[in-house]
């Protein structure tokens, strides 16, 4: 990992965006030990979508080279103005239009938020056709609200078995969300059910499949996402206090 800057070079605001993600880092990882999980178990997601790319530099800066983004226009917009960053991934976390699916691709490493079959057979057919293999995780809706994206647990086996057998997609795992504003004790029961779900399917597809990434957590449930076996959380709002 590259150093930081000097703090005495830092305009205030490139400090605040430093301080509060070498806050959330800690953060995190003093979630980890409480759970007895290695310190590198989780990768953190700095979620750009409240800020323009220079503020996005500032976290990159800062040490956050993992980006998400949920509306493609802003995520190739960030990613062009961006460009001369080395060492960046972009995360699709939100919904991606069929349309949009050609020009997104050469900019992300994942994609988090695979909701459809049709989503998914026009980003493999792309992925082929532009010589890439993308990492996918299904998005899975576990809570009984009928509003939220994702599909229900019984849609996700079809989905994945369908998914296997695509050149161009590397199925890794599960995204999910919990109900907005439940305690973190419900979103933990949420997203362990999460857990449990892909536990269940890893066993029954066997060596076909890889399923170990769990994409769970934004900032007011991260701990819960973290305690119910997260690999990657989603940060936004906590890594932008004090700048939006
Ligand atoms: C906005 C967003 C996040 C980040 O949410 P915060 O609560 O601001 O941390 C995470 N995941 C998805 C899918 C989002 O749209």
């Given at each position: 990992m590259s150093s930081d800057p000097p703090l005495s070079s830092q305009t205030p605001q490139a400090a605040l965006v430093a301080s509060n993600y070498r806050r959330a880092v800690d953060s995190v990882h003093d979630a980890l030990e409480r759970c007895g999980r290695p310190q590198d178990s989780v990768r953190i997601i700095g979620v750009?979508?409240?800020?323009?790319a220079s503020l996005t530099r500032l976290l990159v800066a800062a040490g956050c080279r993992q980006l998400g983004e949920s509306r493609p226009q802003s995520l190739w917009q960030k990613a062009t103005e961006l460009a001369d960053l080395t060492g960046l991934e972009w995360h699709m976390i939100g919904h991606l239009q069929r349309n949009k699916v050609a020009r997104t691709l050469p900019l992300i490493g994942w994609m988090h938020s695979l909701d459809s079959l049709r989503l998914a057979e026009t980003l493999d057919a792309e992925a082929i056709k532009q010589g890439k293999r993308l990492r996918v995780l299904v998005e899975v809706n576990v809570t009984s609200e009928s509003s939220k994206t994702g599909l229900s647990a019984g849609q996700v086996e079809p989905v994945i078995e369908r998914l296997i057998s695509c050149a161009g997609l590397e199925v890794s795992g599960l995204m999910a969300m919990s109900t907005a504003g439940v305690e973190l004790a419900e979103a933990r029961r949420e997203f362990e059910a999460v857990r449990e779900l892909r536990d269940a399917l890893q066993l029954r597809l066997g060596t076909a499949v890889n399923l170990g990434e769990l994409s769970m957590g934004m900032s007011d449930d991260y701990p819960a996402g973290i305690a119910a076996g997260a690999t990657m959380i989603r940060l936004g709002s906590l890594l932008w206090t004090g700048l939006i």
């Open positions: 750009t979508k409240y800020v323009d």
